[in-house]
């Protein structure tokens, strides 16, 4: 646990683009550091609530232990709720809404780190620049993930080259870890469960835990 004034580390995904798996990669990781000792907590300022009905999910399969705190906000309140949560968690990670209004930027502001998805198609590539922009105005380092990597085709590897170009040290960087193409992730979410819970370890369950820690590393 934390020492006394600690505070924990704050992971805000964010994304312009719908679509792009940003709330996906919020419960597969908040899980995953919940298997790595953490205390972990996820907020939920989009207003699509997607995380909030995943939790309730989760919550009535796990038989009301989520393993995770959980909060649902407005998003003028994210800074007080965030730092709220930050001293008594190790990890709070924030799924923020899609458009770069006052929210999101709030959102990227309370950050330590913050983490955009990244679909190798053209859409997503210039989705990710207000973003960028956005991280670069607050002042806050952006780990682009590449997500849902289809198995190798020119056109990917043509896109990931482009993805590698946006990467700017030290303020963007690109993980080390890409994320598959893979159902287990949308498919273990309907069960209230995560790819890295299943007993057998499956590609999607090593590759999540992965990014997980290399997310840790990063941050310091």
């Known amino acids: 646990m934390m020492g006394a004034g600690m505070a924990g580390k704050v992971f805000t ?3 312009q683009k719908g679509g792009a798996g940003k709330t996906t990669l919020v419960a597969h990781l908040a899980i995953a550091w919940a298997q790595l000792g953490r205390s972990v907590a996820t907020v939920d300022i989009d207003p699509q609530g997607s995380l ?3 939790h309730a999910v989760r919550a009535e399969a796990t038989g009301g232990n989520p393993g ?3 909060v649902q ?14 001293r008594i968690h190790d990890i709070v ?4 809404p899609p458009h770069a209004q006052t929210e999101a930027r709030i959102a990227v502001r309370t950050a330590s780190l913050v983490i955009a998805p990244v679909q190798p198609s053209p859409m997503d590539l210039w989705a990710v620049h207000p973003t960028i922009d956005l991280a670069g105005q607050e002042k806050r380092g952006l ?12 056109l990917a590897d043509e896109l ?13 960087a690109l993980a080390e870890t890409q994320i598959g193409n893979r159902t287990a992730y949308a498919g273990t979410l309907l069960t209230g469960l995560s790819v890295t819970e299943g007993a057998r370890r499956t590609q999607a369950g090593t590759e999540m835990q992965t990014l997980a820690e290399e997310i840790l590393a990063r941050a310091g």
């Open 160 to 172: 990931v080259a482009k993805v590698r170009d946006l990467v700017n040290p030290p303020a963007v």
């Open 73 to 86: 906000i407005n998003g003028w309140r994210t800074q007080a709720e965030v730092e709220k949560l930050a």
């Open 93 to 96: 990670v924030v799924d923020s």
């Open 143 to 154: 780990l682009l993930v590449l997500n849902r990597v289809p198995p190798r085709t020119k």
């Open 13 to 15: 995904v964010a994304q």
């Open 68 to 70: 995770f705190t959980h």
């Open 52 to 54: 909030t009905r995943w």
